[in-house]
């Protein structure tokens, strides 16, 4: 089993979004914007579109995001080794309106985080392991990695990353508060603020 890094890598993200004039463009945010004084749940999974991560996880977290918010979770973020255009479909196709895609399209973020796996055995190259950690103001303070990381595994474990579970540690920590409310503006002519994804 491995272990997540213990704090929030500098690292920057590109993503593709479209302007209320209906320009597409490419907007650039790190972690800086994403994570500095924040307190945020992540997920990492192995990609878009696939069963487990469609049918389960990524909803499983949409479902339950006001929960999380009232808990003191000022936002939820899926990491997944995609580019930025299959996410933003990802997004579309899951009807998410809260949980916001990472697109980690280098991998980049997902192998400074240490959840960097081979899975060439079904063709899908460097792709993110299974995992959830609850972030607070970069300071990773709990991890939820599934059993059995390595390369090329077979199956797909999903048990310690659930979001219910994940919820139930956030409770734990007992602060309180409502998350607070985050603007994520890319510039004054993108239709997008809050929901990037």
């Given at each position: 089993m491995s272990e997540l890094a213990t704090q929030i890598p500098p690292f920057k993200i590109t993503k593709q979004v479209t302007t209320t004039e209906g320009v597409s463009k490419f907007v650039e945010m790190n972690d800086v914007d994403l994570f500095d004084g924040k307190r945020i749940v992540i997920f990492g999974l192995p990609g878009a579109f696939t069963p487990t991560c469609s049918g389960q996880q990524l909803p499983g977290y949409e479902e339950l995001y006001n929960d999380f918010r009232q808990a003191g979770i000022d936002d939820i973020y899926c990491i997944t080794v995609n580019d930025t255009f299959v996410c933003n479909e990802w997004a579309q196709n899951q009807g998410l309106v809260n949980v916001k895609i990472i697109?980690?399209?280098?991998?980049?973020l997902t192998i400074k985080l240490g959840m960097d796996v081979r899975k060439d055995n079904i063709g899908f190259g460097v792709r993110s392991w299974r995992y959830a950690a609850i972030v607070d103001d970069?300071?990773?303070?709990?991890t939820f990695v599934e059993d059995g990381f390595g390369d090329d595994i077979e199956g797909d474990p999903y048990e310690a990353s659930k979001p219910d579970f994940v919820l139930d540690n956030v409770k734990a920590f007992g602060w309180g508060d409502e998350g607070k409310h985050i603007d994520l503006e890319f510039s004054d002519s993108t239709d997008i603020k809050e929901n990037f994804s």
């Open positions: 697109p980690d399209g280098s991998a980049q970069r300071e990773i303070v709990q």
